[in-house]
């Protein structure tokens, strides 16, 4: 339960006082006027203290980061920028400051190893039914009450049962199962940016894909390395509301726009992934706003995943997103010029389909991860010739 | 005049505990709407008015000559008046502590619990001995045993009124109305005594009934959250069941979680077809709850009979009018306990498909246990399958899920040959004598069956990778999941505190710690009572537990369990105080009757289980409870009868029954179970007995 600060105090008993007054139609602006008076920023805090006393397992020194007189470091790889003194553990549970040094735990030991489909990303614009390594090391740099990896996200790196792979391992085995490309994603790559970037060069080296499944919460500097060797990123964009990144999330939504600017310079082919949870992101005004910054910044071309919601983890006091929501808002996003918005999690929607967005016939029918049509002939329509954005075999 | 006076205090004091009881169940069911719905929760409730409780009978002391009838009577009006405010407060303010929408744990459960009842417990625990001070002003001789049983008989009223009048009737508004007009009554019966009576009276009455009618005017708009519609609602007597509505889409809401909504394609598939598919024909299934969707999965393997048990026929009713549910030919709804029906159908079932929520709390764990498993395969045919499901994995399975899944397939193993898991949207446990295809795609399609989400999603969620990991982890020797010894209830508690990323072990150190110093200041009359007290709610606790695991949950009966438990305190403490003169081996006595009656309900458990009358566990409860009542007016008697002494009785009685609540249903069920917990208790008061066989004469 968050602090009771005194604006929120008073917001709160003027709103419970008028409540007795009022007549039932404005019972439900009374709630709203408490929810906004409810808890306002969920952003995780340094865990003061909390380092081990040496580098667990394989921990390497950070990537990016400074140091400060008095052996405290500022970590460099996020916006959260954390100030960590002495034995200090950041925000993401995987950095960790061990004498004036800055330490990533979570090197070489992932806790997820999977081949995944690339659908399952989603990827949808991106070597279809191809398969990629996806792994995951403990941390991550949000608190999404809705996580679906909490498991893994949401803890010390060295509370996890783990594998041991180095970088040169995980494209070892990516290589001996088929996959043609490693994905750092599940819980949030971010914060084990090291790892992820040592492992994305050798793939790179190797002929392997690299796939970049993220909250998009990085800064400008690492985000430039990685660009260096990615070729696809799907990259949540939560809500298009600052308020609801804090609220929800415990970020800013800011930088994460950054990210998409960065990807779109460096000519790295993303998705963008929204979750529609409903009461915070089904909202009309924020979504045109958000249609309308992706038009005219990023362009018509980047595919938008729409994500039916369902109560997950501690958000699960929410209604699922009605298919109706999905099904208007991809129209409305596709109405303001996006060319490829796709509704997900409602198996048989046709939002789980490609159209061609010039002729509008379709190009790639998907049941789940299957794809039972393929109309494309390397990046063109079968049917009308229009060349189709994204990465195709 | 001092006639009608002790009779007004009397009347006040037997208003008073029908209103407490009755807001208490209400606060406690609105609690498990707007919180997590375990035994946790029902426990902190408890605990947190018992303690609230006790602290305002302690603040009772500072009463003095100046408390008078006419102040009993406007505390009385200050009672009326916070219990629906309390209510709206529990609603409204929700949103303001926590983020709407989402979940609390046990820290901010606890704080908030303890946060909203404060006005009302403590006002409450101060009006008991406050109504005794009271009397002594008017009438010196008035005993304290008197204002303990007229609290006694109003406490039963109240649970009598509810369990079997209220709970069917109105909603929590309308009860907190009727439950305290007998109280409001009495308040302006004296009132009308005082100075200036018409224009205290008319303001008093005003505020209350204006208190009173307000909340039910706020009823349903303080259960609708913004952008929706609550397009149906109806209080049952197993909780609450809304629907709410939003662009074209019902949400079936049961005690405030989403349970419904359109269909489910992904659960409903993998639900229905995973067990189904594996039955070259499908006569009968029996569906022991179910998800939206499932219905129309069930259709598509052409069923002869389809029964549909669900113990809440309001749920039931709504999920088919609603469209959340189809119905089917074949299909009979059967309004019952799902384990109770397994024990009165003669029917035989091909597929026996489970349909609940985690087994996060002792009346889902029921149908999880080894006695459940073992009833379930009775009712199965040659070639029969039984499936469940417990929430899945998405990318890592932490240890205490690991143990939790090997628990549940190592009992569900003792019973059936094989025991195959799917890790799907759930994991999927299908049970039975032979071995189960886990291809699920190839087996639909012989039936030449059509799905959306199976034929999609099937082969990239369900992988061989997947499937080796999940038996990976969960081939470790896991202890069964028994009826008295639910080892899956603690592992669900470890689960809740780790979402929260928080740990009991603080509040339960600073509960050993507060329970020590106040243990340590008190006499051995108050630790008799306090032992009392914890003992009487523990068996309580106890017996609720053993008749849900025996007979099903059945709600009439739980309320004649608590209404029993109430009921024996009252002739106890009328023949408590006839022979009070007697003392100190009263106390004694009365312990070992208790130590004796918790041995029985052992036996009992473990010798006669389900072979006995259920009015058997009715009778012990009203047996132990008149033990319990036996013992107040002997230790008030032993303390000296005075104001002081009264009220520090009545404290260690309300402080103990907050702890037995706490120890028993949170830490000492789920960690020893039901067995090692009856003797923990007997042992408690065997202390008991021993520090009074110790008391220097």
């Known amino acids: ?393 | 005049m001092k006639k009608s006076a002790d009779r007004h205090i009397r009347f006040i004091v037997i208003a008073t505990g029908i209103a407490s009881v009755v807001t208490q169940i209400v606060v406690i069911r609105e609690f498990l709407t707007q919180f997590n719905g375990n035994e946790f929760v029902i426990a902190l409730i408890l605990f947190n008015w018992l303690l609230l409780g006790g602290m305002g009978t302690f603040m009772a002391r500072a009463a003095g000559k100046k408390a008078s009838l006419l102040r009993l009577a406007l505390i009385s009006v200050g009672l009326i008046v916070m219990a629906p405010l309390e209510l709206l407060m529990i609603r409204y303010f929700r949103d303001v502590f926590f983020i709407y929408g989402s979940s609390a744990g046990f820290y901010s459960t606890f704080a908030y619990a303890f946060l909203t009842i404060v006005p009302y417990g403590l006002l409450l625990g101060f009006a008991l001995p406050y109504s005794l001070v009271t009397a002594r002003n008017i009438l010196p001789s008035f005993s304290g045993t008197r204002v303990y049983i007229a609290d006694n008989i109003g406490d039963t009223l109240g649970g009598i009124l509810f369990s079997f009048a209220l709970v069917a009737w109105v909603t929590p508004f309308q009860a907190l109305c009727i439950a305290h007009l007998p109280l409001l009554y009495l308040a302006m019966v004296v009132l009308a005594h005082g100075s200036r009576p018409k224009t205290t009276m008319a303001i008093a009455g005003a505020v209350c009934l204006f208190a009173l009618a307000a909340g039910m005017a706020l009823e349903k708009g303080s259960l609708t959250p913004p952008g929706m519609t609550l397009s149906y609602y109806q209080e049952s007597r197993y909780g609450r069941i809304a629907v709410y509505s939003d662009r074209k889409q019902h949400t079936l809401y049961l005690d405030g979680k989403p349970v419904m909504a359109g269909a489910d394609t992904a659960l409903a598939e993998e639900s229905v077809h995973y067990p189904l598919s594996q039955l070259p024909s499908v006569n009968g299934v029996l569906l022991i709850s179910a998800q939206g969707g499932m219905m129309a999965e069930v259709a598509k393997h052409r069923p002869a009979f389809v029964d549909y048990v669900e113990i809440d026929p309001v749920l039931s009713d709504a999920a088919f009018a609603f469209g959340f549910l189809e119905n089917l030919s074949g299909l009979t709804r059967i309004h019952e306990d799902g384990r109770a029906w397994l024990y009165l159908t003669e029917t035989t079932y091909d597929a026996l498909i489970l349909s609940l929520p985690e087994p996060d709390t002792f009346q889902i764990n029921r149908f999880f246990t080894d006695a459940f498993f073992n009833i379930a395969k009775t009712r199965l045919g040659d070639g029969g399958i039984l499936s469940f499901s417990v929430t899945g994995f998405d990318n890592y399975i932490r240890d205490e899920q690991a143990v939790k899944i090997a628990s549940l397939r190592n009992t569900a193993k003792k019973h059936f040959k094989h025991v195959a898991l799917l890790p799907g949207e759930k994991i999927h446990f299908l049970c039975a004598d032979f071995a189960p295809d886990t291809d699920i795609v190839a087996l639909l399609d012989v039936k030449n069956i059509q799905t959306d989400y199976i034929h999609g999603l099937f082969h990239g969620n369900v992988t061989a990778d997947r499937t080796a990991y999940l038996y990976e982890h969960v081939n470790i020797d896991a202890p069964l999941n028994r009826d008295f010894s639910p080892h899956l209830m603690r592992l669900m508690y470890k689960d809740w505190f780790a979402r929260f990323s928080t740990s009991p072990t603080g509040f339960l150190v600073t509960l050993a710690l507060f329970f020590s110093i106040y243990l340590a200041r008190s006499s051995r009359e108050e630790f008799v009572l306090f032992s009392t007290g914890c003992v009487l709610m523990g068996s309580q606790i106890l017996i609720i537990f053993a008749f849900q695991i025996l007979f099903g949950y059945i709600y009439e009966q739980i309320g004649w369990i608590v209404t029993v438990f109430l009921a024996g305190l009252l002739p106890g403490a009328m023949f408590g105080h006839r022979i009070r003169a007697h003392g100190a081996k009263i106390l004694i006595i009365a312990d070992g009757a208790l130590m004796a009656l918790l041995l029985v309900f052992l036996f009992l458990i473990t010798y006669a289980g389900d072979r006995l009358p259920p009015a058997a566990f009715l009778i012990l409860g009203l047996s132990m409870s008149a033990a319990c009542g036996i013992q107040m007016p002997v230790a008030l008697y032993l303390r000296g009868d005075k104001k002081s002494g009264v009220i520090q009785a009545f404290s260690a009685d309300l402080i103990g029954a907050a702890a037995g609540t706490l120890i028993t249903s949170v830490i000492l069920i789920p960690y020893i179970g039901i067995i090692w917990t009856t003797l923990c208790l007997a042992g408690l008061k065997l202390i008991s007995a021993g520090l009074m066989y110790a008391r220097p004469s």
């Open chain 1, 1 to 393: 339960m968050n602090q009771l600060t005194r604006r929120r105090f008073l917001v709160s008993g003027a709103a419970a006082v008028c409540t007795a007054a009022l007549p039932g139609p404005a019972l439900a602006g009374v709630r709203g006027l408490l929810q906004k008076a409810g808890p306002d920023d969920v952003t995780g805090v340094i865990f003061k203290g909390d380092a081990p006393r040496h580098p667990w397992k394989w921990s390497k020194e950070a990537f990016d980061y400074h140091r400060l007189p008095d052996q405290s470091v500022v970590c460099g790889i996020c916006p959260h920028g954390c100030v960590l003194e002495k034995q200090d553990r950041g925000i993401c549970r995987s950095k960790v400051n061990i004498n004036g040094k800055l330490y990533s735990l979570a090197y070489g030991n992932p806790c997820s190893v999977n081949i995944d489909p690339v659908e399952k990303k989603p990827l949808f614009h991106f070597h279809p039914r191809s398969t990629n390594l996806s792994i995951a090391a403990a941390g991550c740099n949000f608190r999404c009450l809705n996580c679906q990896n909490w498991e893994i996200s949401q803890v010390y790196p060295e509370s996890l049962r783990t594998y041991e792979l180095f970088p040169a391992q995980v494209v070892e085995k990516a290589i001996e199962v088929k996959a043609e490309a490693v994905a750092y994603t599940y819980s949030e790559a971010i914060s084990y940016f090291e790892y992820m970037i040592d492992t994305a060069r050798v793939a790179h080296e190797k002929g392997l894909y690299n796939l970049w499944i993220s909250n998009g919460y990085i800064n400008p500097a690492p985000l430039d390395v990685l660009c260096d060797v990615l070729d696809a990123a799907n990259i949540n964009l939560k809500c298009f509301s600052d308020d609801v990144y804090r609220k929800l999330n415990g970020g800013r939504l800011g930088p994460v726009l950054e990210t998409f600017k960065a990807l779109h310079k460096r000519n790295v082919h993303f998705e963008i992934t929204t979750l529609m949870v409903p009461g915070y992101v089904d909202d009309p005004e924020i979504f045109s706003a958000m249609c309308r910054w992706i038009i005219e910044n990023l362009g018509p071309d980047y595919p938008l995943h729409l994500l039916r919601f369902f109560p997950r983890y501690k958000l699960d006091r929410l209604p699922p997103t009605p298919v109706a929501t999905l099904t208007e808002f991809r129209q409305f996003a596709m109405k303001k010029g996006i060319r490829y918005v796709y509704v997900g999690n409602v198996p048989g929607h046709e939002g789980n389909h490609t159209y061609c967005h010039h002729c509008g016939k379709l190009l790639i029918e998907r049941q789940g991860y299957l794809i039972k049509t393929y109309d494309l002939e390397k990046n063109i329509c079968k049917h009308c010739k229009t060349v189709i954005p994204g990465r195709w075999t």
